[in-house]
């Protein structure tokens, strides 16, 4: 099906209330669409594993290839651009050059910092291997706006664990050589119509509002926890009906609209899927376990998320009981009982 960028204007439209964009905004898109030199979007990668990406190509109403073919100017993206190797990485390079203080930066996935960067490599420039570490850092520096695709690029994620590779989120490698601020967009993955909605807000208002974990509020309004549909509702088991909180959920602590957007073109979501949300898109992620059962581990977390007076701020794993939490006498109390957030 073939849609017009009448069509994506409509999309466009019709998610104004979560982008935060007015009229004066779609304008603003429809100039940014319609003109031929619109500044391209250059999209890196890192320590990853392509899962973003992936999870853009899954863009539904309209489909991808025709955000990608009509929309939006996403000129370098190595898994779906035409060219490659020297050719792909020299136009990269002359692009960022003529349009520079112009252009968006998308990276995906963590930057390896140890042995200068060698342990990822983009590819060759004039003969020489080019690393992630000096791509983002001379482009990030070239770009208008800076966007941290992912949990890996936002806050280290999964490479973060490796001890070989000291892998960073992009925002601690730029430091501050960046024009903006870098835009975070968080989850693993992170969600399709939040990049396309970040990348649309971008190229017509400029900067979003950002919350303390760099996220546009627009797409990350408040946790998991506070529009969950079992909030308040009685502990049961993992796969089934109810509140996960005793099981380790991670909903309390991650910040994203995963209840209001879900996935897979809106059909359902972790919890609505009967899963703990395991705070993919969370600072800490991932958490050793992913999820830690007991109400004394969610003691043990509420007070760090006291002490840290933020919820987006790293917390220390609690310990793993030897043995489960006794139920108290008469079974485990109602949520809002025992919540603090009630
Ligand atoms: S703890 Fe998890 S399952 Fe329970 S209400 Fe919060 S987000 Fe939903
Ligand atoms: S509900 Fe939690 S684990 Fe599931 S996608 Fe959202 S943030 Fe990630």
């Given at each position: ?43 890196l ?49 002359d ?88 835009v ?33 509020t ?20 993992v ?57 004394a ?46």
């Open positions: 099906m073939h849609v017009t960028r009448r069509d994506f204007l409509k999309y466009v439209a019709a998610a104004a209330a979560a982008l935060g964009i007015d009229a004066a905004g779609l304008g603003g898109l429809e100039r940014a669409l319609a003109a031929s030199s619109s500044p391209p979007i250059v999209w990668q890192g320590a990853l594993c392509t899962g973003c990406s992936v999870s853009l190509l899954n863009l539904t109403n309209p489909g991808i290839e025709d955000v990608l073919l009509n929309s939006v100017s996403l000129r370098h993206h190595s898994n779906i651009q035409a060219s490659a190797g020297d050719l792909a990485i020299s136009c990269l390079v692009d960022a050059d003529t349009f520079n203080g112009e252009f968006i930066l998308v990276v995906e996935g963590a930057v390896p910092t140890a042995f200068s960067g060698r342990t990822c490599i983009v590819g060759q420039r004039d003969g020489a291997e080019w690393t992630m570490l000096d791509a983002v850092s001379e482009l990030g520096a070239k770009a208008k706006y800076v966007v941290s695709v992912g949990t890996c690029a936002s806050f280290g994620g999964i490479p973060k664990e490796s001890p070989y590779t000291a892998s960073k989120p992009v925002a601690e490698v730029l430091g501050a050589t960046v024009r903006n601020p870098v975070n967009l968080p989850g693993c993955p992170a969600h399709p119509n939040t990049i396309v909605g970040a990348l649309v807000t971008l190229l017509t208002t400029g900067m979003p509002q950002l919350g303390t974990g760099r996220q546009p627009a797409f990350y309004p408040t946790t998991v926890h506070r529009r969950c549909p079992r909030l308040y509702s009685m502990f049961t088991q796969g089934s009906n109810g509140c996960y909180f005793l099981k380790g959920c991670r909903g309390p602590w991650t910040v994203i609209s995963c209840p209001v957007h879900k996935w897979n073109n809106g059909v359902s979501w972790c919890i609505q899927a009967n899963m703990a949300c395991i705070g993919c898109a969370a600072p800490d992620f991932p958490r050793k376990p992913l999820l830690a059962y007991g109400l581990n969610a003691r043990v977390d509420w007070r760090a998320h006291q002490v840290s007076g933020t919820s987006l701020a790293p917390m220390t794993t609690p310990a793993i009981p030897s043995a489960p939490v006794t139920p108290p006498p008469g079974g485990f109390v109602p949520m809002m009982r025992i919540s603090p957030w009630s």
